[in-house]
């Protein structure tokens, strides 16, 4: 019998002919999600891992549900019911923010079109606009015409995409000297405060061992300038090659700017290339009232900007951009297949690190568009405003500490009633911070500053209010005497 796909159609593929079930399967899950977040009161179910573990590992995946609706209910009941919610106002952990209604809209539209926005017979009139967002940015950063720049993942492959194009810059500059021998010699200049993905970058680009010199700072957490331009000129008498200076505008613990116009004035000076990982305090781009703590940061050669924390995107939204548009070439590779040479249509392959790529860029689109830029800098202010107040309130309370006063929307503090010394201190709040977490009640984060541990509010949630905040210090509080009151139980009879 002669064997024919003639006239197959499978009803779970998206067309034209499957719209009935696609919208019926879209409403489902939004139905879903809405009964969900309706009933959340805390950002945590408290669940254990061993707990969702058995629940997960009991999924048979060779065997179907066949029917989307049973499909959605039991990932409701192992996802959501289990998630943890980043518009709960008790979530203060990580630099995770509530999303804006307009992008989630454009995630229909992007999940379902599929497009890749890696050449232009895949997604036409969508590079135009991730381009047109790229420009929009490159201008609030205060670069020229010649700006250029791609969407990416994250703030870690923006960085790395920063840092490769400084290494193929510098090699390009080094006359007589071949890649092999000069790539072990590349220094990157950066802070202990800056984000981990540097030194990733470093290993990734097949740079030595100690290829990230530490840069001295100010006291506050921000690179000393003066100590940038003597650590240069000390790689320099060692034989080593300056290739990259990484300034953070928004450091992950304190929040701190380093003072880019300062370390612009050296970069210049030297002839090294400046990478800005502005992947938190972006939103200072929208600001009307704190835009000035960036200032400088249009003299650098590439930006990390991570819409998805301070402009309030689903992830992912990130880019990075650049002030000379020239140099993404350094990176470009050809394939008839994909972009040839002779291409006469833009292709945003020739820019990125990745082939398929999606349209991530039209949920900032919908959210200019809907809100506005203003909105979201107001937004962003109001979290930032929110840290100063929280940080002045942990300064009034006894059994409190903090680090030093927030520059972006992050306070480090902790519970120190008064006789426990720095020592119990450091080995009582991770355990308080499992203890909050497992309560489900609130979230914070946890980190180690000049070798002691600190809790860590993160906010990005214009909705959090101090009472919310105050809140959350009282179970902080709570659960500190319930633990140190275990301690002495448990002392006595030992």
């Known amino acids: 019998m002669e064997a024919t796909l003639e006239g197959f159609a499978s009803p779970h593929l998206f067309s034209g002919s499957t719209l009935d079930g696609y919208t019926s399967a879209v ?133 790395l995409q920063g840092l ?56 506050t957490g921000r690179m000393d300038s003066t100590a940038l331009a003597a650590a240069i000129d000390d790689v320099r008498r ?22 880019v116009a300062g370390i612009a004035t050296v970069c210049e000076s030297q002839g090294i290339w400046l990478h800005v ?5 972006c939103g200072l781009l929208v600001s ?14 590439s930006v990390t900007v991570d819409f998805h924390k301070s402009f309030f995107q689903p992830v992912s939204s990130s880019a990075i951009v650049v002030r000379r548009g020239e140099t993404m070439r350094r990176i470009a590779v050809h394939a008839d297949y994909l972009n040839p040479r002779t291409a006469t249509v833009p292709n945003q392959v020739d820019k990125s690190l990745q082939t398929t790529r999606r349209f991530d860029a039209l949920k900032l689109w919908m959210t200019l568009r ?37 520059t972006l929307s992050t306070v480090l503090f902790r519970f120190r009633p008064e006789g426990l010394s720095v020592a119990e201190c450091d080995a009582l709040m991770p355990r308080l911070r499992q203890r909050l977490f497992y309560g489900g009640q609130a979230i914070v984060a946890g ?26 210090l009282d179970l902080i509080r709570e659960i500190g005497r319930d633990l140190l009151g275990e301690h002495e139980v448990t002392a006595v009879m030992a």
């Open 277 to 281: 990982d502005a992947a938190y305090g």
């Open 447 to 472: 980190t180690t500053i000049g070798g002691h541990y600190w809790l860590k509010f993160t906010l990005l949630n214009p909705n959090t209010t101090m009472g919310n905040l105050k809140d959350v």
């Open 27 to 159: 409403w489902h899950a939004s139905a879903l999600l809405a009964d969900r977040v309706k009933a959340v009161r805390q950002p945590y179910s408290g669940a254990s891992v061993a707990d969702l573990q058995a629940q997960v590992d009991a999924v048979d995946l060779d065997r179907p549900l066949g029917d989307t609706g049973a499909a959605l209910h039991e990932a409701a009941r192992l996802y959501l019911d289990n998630a943890v919610w980043f518009h709960e106002p008790t979530y203060v952990a990580h630099l995770n923010c509530p999303v804006a209604i307009p992008a989630l809209s454009a995630e229909v539209l992007i999940s379902a079109v599929n497009s890749s926005v890696d050449t232009w017979d895949q997604s036409a009139a969508g590079t135009l606009i991730e381009r047109r967002l790229i420009d929009w940015t490159a201008g609030r950063i205060g670069f020229g015409p010649d700006a250029d720049g791609v969407f990416t993942s994250g703030g870690t492959q923006s960085n």
């Open 288 to 301: 009307q009232r704190r835009r000035h703590l960036i200032d400088g940061i249009e003299r650098a050669d």
């Open 164 to 219: 490769l194009l400084a290494r193929e810059e510098t090699l390009a500059g080094l006359e007589g000297r071949e890649r092999e021998e000069a790539i072990p010699l590349l220094r990157i200049f950066a802070t202990t405060e800056s984000h981990f993905s540097v030194s990733k970058s470093a290993g990734i680009l097949g740079m030595a061992a100690d290829a990230v010199v530490g840069v001295a700072t100010d006291g």
């Open 370 to 406: 809907t809100m506005g830029s203003e909105r979201i800098g107001d937004m962003f202010d109001t979290v930032v405003d929110r840290a100063q107040e929280a940080y002045r309130f942990i300064l009034d309370e006894a059994d409190f500490e903090a680090v030093a006063p927030p």
């Open 238 to 259: 060692d034989g080593g090659i300056p290739m990259a200076v990484v300034a953070t505008a928004g450091t992950t613990d304190l929040g701190r700017i380093d003072p």
